[in-house]
């Protein structure tokens, strides 16, 4: 990769959900300009599940890599398998080929690390077993599940990273099954940011894995929720024994 002449080597690391949240919020023109000022940029859990998706993120990073910018990504889907089962693939093959054309493959099989002999994650627990926790946890927060919900959709996803940052742990009460794709999207990019921080999650109602109803399940977006439902499993699993510090008043 040619390097610019007293360009500064930046590198920029961010998940596929938040390039294209940052096009959104900044526009395709000021995205280019804005990272074609890097040397690397990486991106995590790379997927293709709509058209739109495909076309931009195709025109981007094509303009990034003319413009010297060194791509890595990581992705459940093998390059060549982007958008399979999730839209009418084959009528983006231009697009797809292309992405493909800027990596080259390294396949790493193996089961989910987050889960790999560990135990299960902890059933839910009480309203009052949550709340109790939150008051006694510096830095918690406490949040009526639906509420929240309701409010992450008056908030952009590409500022749902600030929203986290300094919380030590997120205390969720009356947790239920997610009512339409557009929340359960939303919900997503806000398990991936709470990862990111390794914020542990302490919750009542129903378990994580019982969020997403069986049609989404099985509908294009499937590998996003089952990353949501690994992920929030994980900090579900980091938050237990917070519940039993706070009834025991250490």
Do not use: W
Request: proline content about 6%; aromatic content about 6%.
């Amino acid at each position: 990769m040619a390097r610019h002449p007293g360009r500064p080597e930046l590198k920029a690391f961010g998940t596929f959900v938040e390039l294209t949240n940052l096009v959104g919020a900044l526009g395709f023109q000021q995205t280019v300009q804005t990272l074609s000022g890097h040397r690397l940029l990486c991106i995590d859990e790379f997927e293709l599940d709509d058209p739109g998706d495909t076309v931009l993120v195709s025109t981007l990073l094509g303009k990034l890599v003319e413009a010297g910018v060194a791509l890595a990504a990581t992705s459940n889907t093998l390059p060549g398998k982007l958008g399979e089962g999730r839209f009418a693939a084959a009528d983006f093959l231009r697009e797809i080929q292309g992405l493909s054309a800027h990596f080259r493959t390294l396949r790493i099989d193996g089961e989910d690390y987050r889960h790999r002999g560990l135990p299960a994650a902890p059933a839910p627990h009480s309203d009052e077993a949550v709340t109790r926790a939150a008051r006694h946890i510096p830095g918690a927060s406490l949040d009526d599940f639906p509420a929240l919900l309701d409010h992450l959709s008056r908030v952009h996803p590409s500022r749902y990273g600030a929203m986290c940052d300094g919380i030590q742990a997120v205390c969720l009460t009356g947790v239920g099954p997610i009512p339409d794709q557009s929340t359960a999207l939303r919900l997503v990019v806000l398990a991936d940011r709470l990862y990111d921080r390794e914020v542990p999650v302490l919750a009542s109602g129903v378990p994580f894995d019982q969020l997403f109803s069986e049609e989404m399940l099985n509908g294009g977006y499937r590998k996003k929720y089952f990353r949501a439902i690994s992920r929030l499993t994980a900090l579900a699993r980091d938050a237990k024994g917070l519940a039993d510090v706070a009834s025991s008043g250490r």
